[in-house]
């Protein structure tokens, strides 16, 4: 169980925010799959309250009264303090506070893991947002390792987030340098979790793409939690066998292939039903890509999907695809090529 201020999650796993991947569609096949939280895309807190209907349009709450937080994203005070007000106004059950993102816009703009170089303003920041929003709304954040391997700053980082407020720690285990190069540093999530107060989860996060890796990230690093981003790509299922594992249950990571084309189907319903129009035939693409991945056709599905200019072709050939799979012919096939 993962316990956040006043919130109770049954499943220790954390759907990453990831810009451009965790819209509402996608973040809803994660939470049918057994995710325990999920949060939204980073967004600018400067861009939300100035209006840019882009960046609202990205502010979503999720279906069916399910708890989710938000990720905002600056350095000054008053566009994160309104940012984090409109998080409130949509229902989120948190506002996380990004410090950790390498990308290279981010960074020039002094925002993101540029902040671990600046501990007394990342501070700051935290006590500005802690005041903004109710009590029972906690204020957590999400940092890195540190800048480069000469300042792996994060165990002092997080305690000075953590006493100017903030409820929760995200560790990525990689420097700003680094971006999603190499290996997590595991080490540097348990000096972490050692040193903030046992009251405050710490959620360790980086290269946990299936049961194994997250059996090793909480056990190496004592962690309360772990957040998966890249590694739910196209497999909702990991926070299915994370959830089943945790109850003690038979923890099923490879799903079938009917399940992996039921999976893309439920999200191709999302993707029509919650995206704009204009949207669609991109988040399909990378649909496609993602549950195609791995499957003996799936770089040719990628292919026809980018060459595609409608929606009705994209689906057109991911239809065509899946349905190669579940064809007794294909299966025969298969099984002869297997025997041979």
Same mark, same amino acid.
């Given at each position: 169980m993962l316990r956040i201020g006043p919130h109770r999650f049954e499943t220790t796993a954390v759907l990453a925010p990831m810009a451009a991947v965790t819209d509402l569609p996608f973040r809803t096949v994660c939470e049918e799959h057994g995710v325990g939280l999920t949060i939204t895309e980073f967004l600018s807190a400067e861009a939300l309250t100035r209006g840019a209907q882009k960046t609202i349009d990205k502010l979503t709450a999720s279906l069916d009264g399910r708890r989710f937080g938000v990720q905002i994203f600056g350095r000054e005070p008053e566009p994160l303090q309104r940012a984090a007000e409109m998080a409130v106004s949509i229902g989120a059950s948190l506002v @996380?506070?990004?410090?950790? %993102? !390498?990308?290279?816009?981010?960074?020039?703009?002094?925002?993101?893991? +540029?902040?671990?170089?600046? !501990?007394?303003?990342? +501070?700051?920041? &935290?006590?500005?947002?802690?005041?903004?929003?109710?009590? @029972? &709304?906690p204020v957590t954040v999400k940092h890195r390792a540190g800048w480069d391997d000469r300042n792996k700053n994060a165990p002092e980082f997080a305690c000075a987030l953590v006493e100017a407020g903030a409820a929760m720690i995200t560790v990525h285990g990689r420097t700003r340098t680094q971006?999603?190069? *190499?290996?997590?540093?595991? $080490?540097?999530?348990?000096?972490?979790? @050692?040193? &903030?107060?046992d009251h405050i989860p710490v959620v360790g996060n980086g290269d946990v793409v299936n049961l194994e890796m997250y059996r090793r990230m909480r056990g190496e690093t004592g962690c309360d939690a772990v957040m998966i981003g890249r590694g739910a790509l196209g497999n909702p299922f990991l926070f299915a066998a994370i959830a089943a594992f945790e109850r003690g249950g038979t923890a099923e990571e490879n799903p079938s292939i009917a399940e992996r084309r039921d999976a893309f189907e439920r999200h191709v319903e999302l993707i029509l039903r919650l995206s704009a129009?204009?949207?669609?035939?991109? $988040?399909?693409?990378?649909? %496609?890509? /993602?549950?195609?991945?791995?499957?003996? *056709?799936?770089?040719?599905?990628?292919?026809?999907? /980018?060459?595609?200019r409608s929606a009705d072709e994209v689906l057109a050939a991911a239809r065509e695809f899946w349905s190669h799979f579940l064809t007794p012919t294909w299966r025969e096939s298969l099984m002869e090529r297997a025997s041979a």
């Open positions: @996380d506070i990004n410090m950790g %993102c !390498p990308a290279k816009r981010v960074v020039a703009g002094e925002c993101g893991s +540029a902040l671990m170089k600046e !501990p007394e303003l990342a +501070a700051e920041i &935290v006590k500005t947002v802690r005041r903004a929003v109710p009590a @029972d &709304v971006g999603f190069s *190499g290996k997590s540093d595991l $080490e540097i999530i348990r000096k972490v979790r @050692d040193v &903030v107060p129009e204009k949207k669609h035939v991109t $988040e399909l693409r990378k649909a %496609c890509a /993602w549950y195609g991945k791995g499957l003996h *056709g799936g770089g040719q599905l990628r292919q026809r999907a /980018w060459a595609a």
